[in-house]
């Protein structure tokens, strides 16, 4: 029982840290876009009516369950001018961070 709770400790730790990291460079997002399993073009279009939303300079952090939606998010940054701040797989989780513009 004890190396099962010293598993669940460093997991946690660990999780801690990276989310610590991440947290000093992005303050609390201003939305969160959850776009499931859609991928593509359909993926931009969510993106972009989000963004559409929101105010210059704020963060939205984007969700996915799609291993090829970083190509997407990359190509909506660019196109539209927005930074991406950060990415980050966790578990079936594509996590970005951007700042819109």
């Given at each position: 029982m004890a190396s099962g709770r010293a598993q669940r400790i460093t997991v946690v730790s660990r999780y801690l840290r990276e989310?610590?990291?991440i947290s000093v460079m992005i303050a609390a997002p201003h939305a969160i876009i959850d776009t499931a399993d859609v991928a593509g073009s359909r993926l931009k279009a969510?993106?972009?009516a989000a963004a559409r939303e929101m105010v210059p300079g704020q963060v939205m952090e984007i969700v996915s369950r799609t291993p090829g939606s970083a190509g997407p998010v990359e190509e909506w940054c660019s196109a539209g001018g927005h930074s991406l701040l950060e990415?980050?797989?966790r578990g079936p989780n594509y996590l970005y961070w951007v700042?819109?513009?």
């Open positions: 989310f610590a990291r969510m993106l972009c990415r980050v797989v700042r819109t513009s």
